[in-house]
């Protein structure tokens, strides 16, 4: 682009030639001889209307010039908010589960979405800041040959300007950061209330959530009038100061220079571009100042998703042939405070199903998300096999895993692509349609989608909001037998059940039993009834430990107590 700045630069410089020919100056300038010379020793006529027509070629290949380099900064604009986007969703997805759950879900939206789209257009106000300034030096450059006096006088003018302007541009910036992180905020809110609706609405709740996002919104709007002030300041100063320069320029050439009015008025032309390339610089430099908060954001989120990644152990990919051994671990969500869970030291056979019981709040999922590797121990080890998890590769591992969790996990597609995970596949692959009907049969949940007008091709809504409580586990478990697992975590899968329901699903993970392994988290102990083994889980800690029965034989004991609250 300062390319076109030279040809502009040149083409104005024509006008020397021209307006001293016109002029009937006879005299001409050193200026004027230096470039008509050039013409001279290329063999090209200095006819004036041969270099109006230079003019001309030289303006029309400036405007194409424009247009290739401002298409392809666009190209590469959109490639860097491309690749951002990518890396991050790609970091997100990488990064330690701990790190990633402290921050909300409106915050990566906000991310991934807004903030990433800011950064990449201040790319674009950046480069265009560049670009300006070249064109400013090469505008500067071509008046100083024709006339170094006015230049100085221009760059002098130029710096009295760029001091008052910084502090303003200081102000923009933290403004910047202040809207980067509102709108994080305002997505926060947004997403709490949008997931939240159907209960603020049913309790007649949704007002002081409304107020918070109106005053936020109300921020944003702040923000966005005091940065639009300080741009349209900057934007409506350029054109008086150009003509202030000009006149400033006229009094010097007049009163002090006093040289030929032909290299005046070109000087002066070119100076007006100067001035005009400068303030421009100063406007972009502002626009991607106004941008600056999203930029400082995005680059803190790399750093976080960077510093957070996973722990990976790549050496061992488990096959898990005999069992999961937990020796001697504890763990706690914040070192600060007490461990949720304590010297815990217990053995999961494969192919056995073992039990977690306890009170609420005991530590039954942690230790189910210890399993899953999503989190670890910070002191003791846990055994895949014999191997150290530290050493396996978590990817291998999860991949044989089916994890029913409490929160019912549903996506807003149809009933078989919830299942399977691929629609297309499902209506392409006889033994994909016929693994996923047998799924469903073992949840339960055949009959229940049989009965929908669309059937398997029925469209749940976001998270399975046209399902009741029940569908939406019985869906859910659908898709984690589908997988055919090698350990099926159970974390309060049947809560949402009638008796009915639960005996049926019960019945059909009992048709696995000594085939999978599976870890069945329950407060209804009639859950469990069938377990090889049980634990039971008090303050982070096993209190109590053995088969069924055995636990019923004991007195004073806490299973003994859940069982009498049960009535079992
Ligand atoms: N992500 C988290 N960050 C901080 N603390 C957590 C987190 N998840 C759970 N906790 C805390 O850890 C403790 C154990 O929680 P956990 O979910 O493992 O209990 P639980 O036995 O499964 O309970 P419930 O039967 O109610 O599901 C609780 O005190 C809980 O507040």
Known sequence: MPLSAVLESFGIALLLPLLQAM?????????ASNILGIFEWAGISTEPYILLSIIGIVFATKACIKFASEGLLNFYTAKLMLRLKSRC?????????????????????????TQIQRLAKSFGFTMHMAVHFISSLVFLAAAAAINWKFALVAVLGGLAITFPLQALNAKVRKISRETASEMSLLNKQLVQVIQT??????TNRTERFLELIHSSCHRLFQHQYRTGLAHAFVSSIREPLSVLLVILLVTLQVYFFNQGLAPALVALLLLHRTTQAFMMTMGEYQKSMELSGSAELVHQEISLYTSNQEPRGDEIQPDFQASIEFKDVTFAYDPHEASTLSNITLTIPKNHTIALVGRSGAGKSTLADLVSLLIRPDTGSILIDGQDTRNIDP?????????????????????????????????????????????????????FINSLPMKYGTVVGDRGVRLSGGQRQRLFIARELYNSPNLLILDEATSALDGEAEMAIRESLELLHHTVTVIVIAHRLATIKHADYIYVLDNGKIAEEGPYEALCGEQESIFRSMLETQSL
């Not at 002029?23 to 200026?31: K, L």
């Not at 299942?419 to 693994?435: A, G, N, P, Q």
């Open 197 to 202: 609706l159907k209960y603020l609405i049913a």
């Open 89 to 113: 969703i790609a970091g997100y997805s990488n990064m330690d589960h701990a790190a990633f759950a402290s921050r909300n879900t409106g915050h990566y939206i906000n991310i991934i979405t």
């Open 395 to 447: 990817l291998t591992w999860r991949r044989q895993l089916g994890y029913v969790c409490q929160d019912t996990v549903i996506f807003d597609d149809t009933i078989a692509a919830n299942i399977c995970l691929d629609d297309h596949l499902y209506h392409h692959d006889d033994r994909c349609r016929e693994r996923v009907h047998e799924a469903a049969r073992q949840a339960f949940a055949a009959d």
């Open 23 to 31: 002029g009937g100056e006879s005299d001409q300038s050193s200026n």
